[in-house]
């Protein structure tokens, strides 16, 4: 098996990677993290937290960041990242994550959201575009 989790460093994210970690664990299973990040969008960047305020776009430093908050919570844990373009919708970012779960063969896609047990499906959800690939299961995730 294998477990995949979109991750965009927030802490729905995070929890949702603390989960497969802790289940790949249990199951002896691979855990890989995708992160997908529009192209020189500081603004995004810093919305993400993955930037500071005035802090110039630094794909490095990004992923950087990115890559070792993973290893914080799952050091076992495969790492990749996407860039996506510049502009920002919730399927420029979920399609790169489907292709990922699809390549890799996920078993499992583990989405952290806010919406989970009310509406996963706004107009800007990433989570929902992902939920609907029917190639793997979806583990919704929320923060407590």
Known sequence: MTFVVPFDGTAHAETALVR?????????????????????????????????????????????????QVASVAPDAGFEWERCSRSVSGNRIAKPIRKFAKRNDADMVFIGSDNAGRLLTTASSVGGRIATDGAYDVVLVRSN
């Open 20 to 68: 497969a970690h802790e289940l790949g664990a249990a199951l002896d299973e691979s855990v890989l993290v995708i992160t997908v990040i529009p192209d020189r969008n500081a603004a995004y960047a810093r919305e993400q937290g993955w930037l500071d305020a005035g802090e110039a776009f630094d794909i490095r430093t990004i992923v950087s960041t990115l890559r070792e």
